[in-house]
């Protein structure tokens, strides 16, 4: 079973920044495009940040400015640089595929805590 392993996240107060990293093989990469996805404690895991195979990224309107999402080929990995981080930022992060079907069941990965308190 392919997963996809994503590390960086941890306790930070507000107005804090953590960048997080998404390991996973080339054939993942190099073919689809990736997003960052995100679940609050009692809410739906839902998309954040994703880039496309070319580099076109787009997010959503609770993180725009503060939220970066690149991917380096030689590495195989997709970061998410999070600045200016809020409470409400507080969420387990997860990288997955993001092409318009969505992601694909089978690369979850155990996420990555971050968590937004002072």
């Known amino acids: 079973q392919v997963q996809l392993v994503e590390s960086g996240g941890g306790l930070v107060q507000p107005g804090g920044s953590l960048r997080l990293s998404c390991a996973a093989s080339?054939?993942?990469?190099?073919?689809?495009?990736m997003g960052w996805y995100r679940q609050a404690p009692g809410k739906q895991r839902a998309l954040v940040a994703a880039?496309?195979?070319?580099?076109?990224?787009s997010y959503v309107d609770a993180v725009k400015g503060r939220f970066t999402i690149s991917r380096d080929k030689a590495k195989n990995t997709v970061v998410l640089q999070m600045n200016s981080l809020k409470p409400e930022d507080t969420a387990v992060y997860y990288c997955n595929t993001a092409s318009p079907l969505g992601p694909t069941a089978d690369y979850w990965g155990q996420g990555t805590q971050v968590t937004v308190s002072s």
């Open positions: 080339r054939s993942i990469f190099s073919f689809n495009a």
């Open positions: 880039i496309g195979t070319g580099g076109t990224t």
